[in-house]
């Protein structure tokens, strides 16, 4: 099924003058009023918003997709206003978004919702895409974009709907000092080391520095307090700047294909006790999904 054939020309409104992503919402689902039956707009546009605000879906590229499951219709609903000045996501922020997509499901159509998510973030992935659907003037010329990107609704979600793209990444010549700055202004437990290439080498993370400052027998103490006579992490600050990644990195991570289903990129995490699936394709890295990620984007819709 082609991601098109689920929108309707009346419930794309384009050039939305709402000041606020919640005003925009709330004309969205007044668009999408004769198939909502006796919900109360007022309370599901306030669920939709605070959903948003709490756990956003992070497309960027100036795109919001609020979305829920909710009793009371019987199929997938889908709404999609623009902006040429951009909905003010927040009060005292300054982030704007021009493409708001809305949709929603049916409380036990779980699978499709993820799937609708999934193609409409392949969608605006397209920089040409979704600069046309932002500048569009007619509901018509939008519906006729969507169709026009051939993009369709997968049965199976894939890893590389799952994935997100590192903001940081190592070198396996950087030294422990530079990995350890590294990890900290990421913000992430774990980093790819990675070649001039963009190939995967493997992974250093935040446990590997901390056990070089910890002697190997310190594991067998089982009274924490006798550690504080010894001097803490000696042994890295002798290290931080002679040693490098490649000498401490994990060279066996987990690797998963692309077109990877999810539930077997989660059952590989699972069994291989890793926080981390790393995309790959053809040596190179492409993205990464970690186990928050399937929470987030699968679990918690």
């Known amino acids: 099924m082609k991601l098109a054939t689920l929108f309707r020309e009346e419930n794309i409104l384009i050039h939305l003058e709402s000041p ?95 799937q609708t998510m999934a193609s409409l973030a392949r969608f605006v992935h397209n920089v040409e895409d979704r600069r046309a ?26 890893a590389a709907d799952l994935m997100s793209t590192p903001s940081y990444t190592a070198q396996a010549d950087m ?11 990421s913000r992430e437990d774990g980093l790819p080391v990675v070649n001039g290439a963009g190939e ?8 590997m520095l901390i056990e070089i400052g910890l002697p190997k027998y310190m594991n067998l103490i089982t009274d924490p307090k006798i550690l504080t006579d010894f001097q803490p992490f000696e042994a890295f600050y002798r290290r931080e700047d002679s040693s490098t990644v490649e000498e401490i990195m994990n060279r066996d991570v987990l690797r998963v294909a692309p077109e990877t289903p999810v539930e077997i990129v989660a059952h590989e995490m699972l069994t291989k006790h890793s926080q981390r699936a790393y995309v790959v394709k053809e040596q190179k890295l492409l993205g990464v999904v970690c186990r928050k990620d399937i929470v987030r984007k699968v679990l918690c819709l």
């Open 20 to 114: 606020s992503l919640e005003e925009a919402v709330r004309e969205l689902l007044r668009s999408l009023a004769p198939y909502l039956g006796q919900l109360d707009q007022e309370k599901l546009c306030g669920n939709l918003v605070q959903t948003e605000a709490d756990l956003p879906i992070a497309l960027g590229h100036s795109v919001r997709m609020p979305h829920a499951r909710i009793a009371g219709i019987d199929r997938l609903l889908l709404a999609l206003a623009t902006s040429q000045e951009g909905f003010l996501v927040a009060p005292g922020r300054d982030e704007r978004v021009q493409l708001v997509f809305l949709i929603l499901a049916p409380k036990t159509q779980s699978a499709e919702l993820l």
């Open 175 to 185: 030294t422990l000092r530079r990995a350890a700055g590294t990890l900290v202004v």
């Open 133 to 158: 659907l932002a500048s569009t003037t007619t509901s018509a010329r939008a519906l006729r974009i969507l169709e026009e990107s051939g993009i369709d609704i997968r049965k199976a979600i894939v």
């Open 200 to 207: 995967l080498l493997g992974e250093i993370s935040a446990r």
